[in-house]
């Protein structure tokens, strides 16, 4: 059975942990949901099945599942305080909380925090596993004024308070005294998006949350603020798996490929995962939620345990 905790103020996340079915022998993961999200991503699909939490405390892992600061359970955070840097340090203190190493799970938006945790809690984060994430900074093109080049992606306007985006066509207008929310249309051009495996059928709409606009305009590099890790940080022993569906409207495998490439060139053993290559085929960008999800679960259950015990040929999750 689930018990519950939360990080104290000022970052007041509010987490759910559920316990290994077996005796665990693997470090516990800490879920991190995505923007438009909450934990609850992790727990139940669209259609009704028993989420990733649940499947993986099923293979042999015990699972944190966090809302992120501001969002969900977490309650109230004044809108203004609510950046990268702010959610990075309360998932600093939960890893406290937690009291042992971990591996942290990462879903589109919260890509950035996972791989600030890779650098700033390194002797705390075994692995991050990064689905379908956002970039570093250091990588990412900033996003900057419309223009003739490219009239469909950019800063339309802006005054301090206001700013209205493009991206890829859609237009985002984001108040900073107030948390954003996705239009349907934004939520299924880019979660949905081209899959073919997203339940066709089942509630998806009212679990879509509010989210902080300061982190909206930082995951779009807005004016170049990206969250980036440290120009020639040591990622000396850091290690991440980065999974990727072949159906992903806003993530081409050559974009979530180069973030491995980045952390290799800091010294992380960082694998890409694209299902496309395995024969996996029609996955979007919401791995958890869609038909196949306990396929991957499995696939990346798997991929966990090579990477944090590798030659070790016993390392084998049973499909339940």
Known sequence: MARVGFVSSPYSIYFEVLPSAV???SPPILMIHGGTQSGACYRLTPDGREGWADRFARLGFTCYVADWPG?????????????????????????????????????????????????????????????????????????GPISGASPDHGIVSEDGVFIHLRVRGADLRVDLRSMFSDSEDYIVKGAIGASTRFPAS???????????????????????????????????????????GTADTNHRRDDDEAIAHFLRGLGAD?????????????????????????????????????????GNPDDRVEGV
Do not use: C
């Not at 995962?273 to 259950?301: K, Q, R, T």
């Open 202 to 244: 089942g509630e998806w709409r009212p679990s879509m949350m509010s989210y902080p606009p300061k982190m909206l305009l930082e995951r779009l590099n807005w004016r170049g603020r990206a969250p980036r890790l440290t120009p020639n940080a040591d990622l000396t022993g850091a290690k991440a798996l980065i999974v990727t």
């Open 71 to 143: 969002v969900g359970r977490s309650g109230y955070v004044p809108v203004e305080q609510l950046d990268y840097s702010f959610a990075v340090e309360g998932f600093k203190r939960l890893v406290d909380v937690i009291g042992v190493p971990v591996i942290v799970m990462t879903h589109s938006m919260s890509g950035p925090i996972g791989w600030q945790l890779l650098e700033q809690a390194k002797d705390s984060v075994v692995l991050v596993v990064a689905i379908a994430p956002g970039p570093p900074g250091n990588i990412q093109p900033e996003l």
């Open 23 to 25: 005796e665990a022998t």
């Open 270 to 310: 960082a694998q890409f995962l694209y299902l496309g290559d395995i024969g996996i085929e029609g996955n979007g960008h919401m791995l958890m939620s869609e038909d196949n999800s306990y396929e991957i679960a499995e696939l990346v259950a798997e991929r966990i345990l090579k990477m944090i015990r590798p």
